[in-house]
Structures are given as structure tokens and as C-alpha cells.
């Protein structure tokens, strides 16, 4: 990384996930297959247990930390918000960026761009790995499968389409794990640490706060084997009192349930009446179990759109 102004650094949002971290990495594979080699795969911020652990298992050191991308070459991956976005990003200077979710570029115009909605962003860049015949590690073709199946529940989400299937598949003949759905379980029992942080944390932890309309909405959402664990009292007051600090429309917690296929979803806000009124169903307690509700771009944000369209 000796010439900054010549090297491109690739780095995932805020909060990353394994998606994020495993999609930069891939890129700089990808690059390094083709000739390229002033592509470094960076993270702007730190990981959670699950990275560590996969990483760690395959023997791959963690891409660097560079909190602040001022000044550098830049593309994005599995990201395009500005609330996701590194510090210093306004100053950087962004030249693609690669994501599966919905875009948001109004304020940056890069030269090249990948956007296809699917299940992963790692889903993407092996895509471009293997159309280029470019040769992976076991050990990292474990990271990019791991990615893979965590962010579509063992390829079990609404969001995950055909492409997300294939790649993985073809990851898997070189990992040759026998039980996906085993080791995709294993996965998640790496993720599952709720215990270990406060409520406060747990809802922090993966948040969207999104306008719809003229309506404020904070979604959180956790991914676990059982949320029959975790202290719902406890997370609904912890809500209560942040929205009387910073007030939402509506205010939800999805404690998604892996295993169950399905989210308690624990809801503040005075919207809640419309939320009834569209699921045609009461709300005790400021919760209700939906079941094969696990998504929330694909299942609970369009509900809501839908629930404010006549507002």
C-alpha cells in the first residue's frame, strides 16, 4: 500500500457484516486474477464475532482498519447509502461500487457500477471470479461461501434468487462441506452473542431508519436460533425510552428466528393502529409472532410502504 494516490481501496459500510467484509475481499481477489494489483480490500470499522471467527478458521488475516477514507481511491461494496458510507467519504474519491441492495448514488456518479438485487454482494463478485477462471484457495472460497449463507440464512431468504444458489454451489465444490444447512446453522450460532450486549446494543446493532412519506420509521433486526431468549420486556422498554429521546412514527425490532423461519416483531410508535388495521390482526404487548416474516427489505418495508400509501 506504499503509493496511496495509485492504489484503490475497497471497503464494505459501517457495521459490517460478513457480506461486507467477504465482498471487499473477493474484489481484490478478483482484481489480483486479472493483473491488477493495486486493489486492497480494507474495513472501515470493526467486525463482529462471526468475521473473526471465519476468518480466523481459514486462516486469512482480516482486511486493515482505515476509519477514515479521505482523500483515497474508492469502491464501495455492499453499500450505497451516505448513513452507511466511511468517514471522509464526501473527500474521497469514489470510482465504483458493487452492492445487492437498493441504490442511493444522487450525491456520487462512479465510473463503474454493479447493482444486481440478490441475496449477497459476495454473491456478485464470485460471479465475476468465476466468469474470469480465476483460481481460489479452499480456505477462501470457505470466507466466500460463509458470506454467502450468512447473509441469506443458508440461502433460505426471500431475498435470495437463483444466482445466490449457483455461486454457492460452486463455492461448495471446492469447500465440499456435505451439510449446508448444518454449516449454516453453525454460522449463526457464531452470530448469536445477544446475550453478551444490552438492549440498548442489540437494537443498535442492524438499524435502517427509513422516510416513508412523511412518516419517520426505525427498523432493527436480529438474527438468531431462538428468540424466546432474549429479554422482549427489557427490548420494548429500551424502545419506549429511545423514541421519547428521538421519536419515530413506528419503531421495530425484528428477532428473527432462524430455526422458527419466522420474526417476533416487537413495535413502538402511535402508528401502531395502522399496522393493525393492514395486518388485520391486534397487537398485545407491543409484539406478534409472524411467521415466514424473516426479511426486512423484501417483507417488512414493503409492508410498511403499502400501510402509508392512503395516509
Not at 3 to 26: C, F, Q, R, W
Not at 83 to 108: M, P
Not at 210 to 238: A, C, H, M, P, W
Request: hydrophobic share 40%; charged share 25%.
Amino acid at each position: 500500500m506504499k503509493n496511496i494516490k495509485e492504489n484503490i481501496y475497497i471497503v464494505g459500510h459501517t457495521k459490517p457484516d460478513l457480506d461486507s467484509i467477504a465482498s471487499a475481499m473477493a474484489y481484490q481477489k478478483f482484481r489480483e486474477g486479472i493483473g491488477e494489483f493495486n486493489y486492497f480490500a480494507i474495513r472501515c470499522d470493526t467486525v463482529n464475532p462471526l468475521t473473526e471467527w471465519v476468518f480466523e478458521k481459514y486462516n486469512t488475516p482480516i482486511p486493515q482498519l482505515i476509519p477514515d477514507i479521505t482523500g483515497l481511491n474508492i469502491v464501495l461494496v455492499d453499500h450505497t447509502y451516505e448513513r452507511d458510507r466511511a468517514k471522509g467519504w464526501e473527500n474521497a474519491n469514489i470510482i465504483e461500487v458493487i452492492d445487492h441492495h437498493d441504490v442511493k448514488l444522487e450525491d456520487i456518479i462512479p465510473q463503474r457500477l454493479t447493482i444486481r438485487p440478490c441475496g449477497s454482494t459476495t454473491t456478485l463478485v464470485v460471479e465475476k471470479i468465476f466468469n474470469a477462471n480465476i483460481p481460489l484457495s479452499r480456505d477462501i472460497a470457505h470466507i466466500l461461501l460463509s458470506g454467502i449463507l450468512d447473509d441469506t440464512l443458508g440461502l433460505k431468504s426471500p431475498t435470495t434468487i437463483q444466482i445466490d444458489i449457483d455461486m454457492a454451489s460452486r463455492l461448495n465444490n471446492i469447500c465440499n462441506i456435505k451439510d449446508i444447512w448444518g454449516y449454516s446453522r453453525e454460522i449463526f450460532t457464531k452470530k448469536d452473542i445477544w446475550h453478551t450486549l444490552t438492549n440498548s446494543e442489540i437494537i443498535d446493532m442492524d438499524i435502517r431508519n427509513i422516510d416513508i412519506k412523511d412518516r419517520r420509521v426505525s427498523i432493527s433486526q436480529v438474527e438468531t436460533l431462538d428468540y424466546q431468549r432474549f429479554d422482549i420486556e427489557g427490548l420494548i422498554n429500551e424502545m419506549n425510552i429511545l423514541n421519547v429521546k428521538t421519536p419515530f412514527d413506528l419503531r421495530l425490532v425484528m428477532l428473527t428466528d432462524v430455526e422458527k423461519y419466522g420474526c417476533m416483531l416487537l413495535i413502538v410508535g402511535k402508528d401502531i393502529k395502522l399496522f393493525e388495521n393492514l395486518l388485520n390482526t391486534k397487537i398485545v404487548n407491543n409484539r406478534i409472532f409472524l411467521p415466514n416474516i424473516v426479511s426486512r427489505k423484501k417483507q417488512i418495508t414493503p409492508f410498511l410502504e403499502e400501510m402509508y400509501k392512503g395516509v
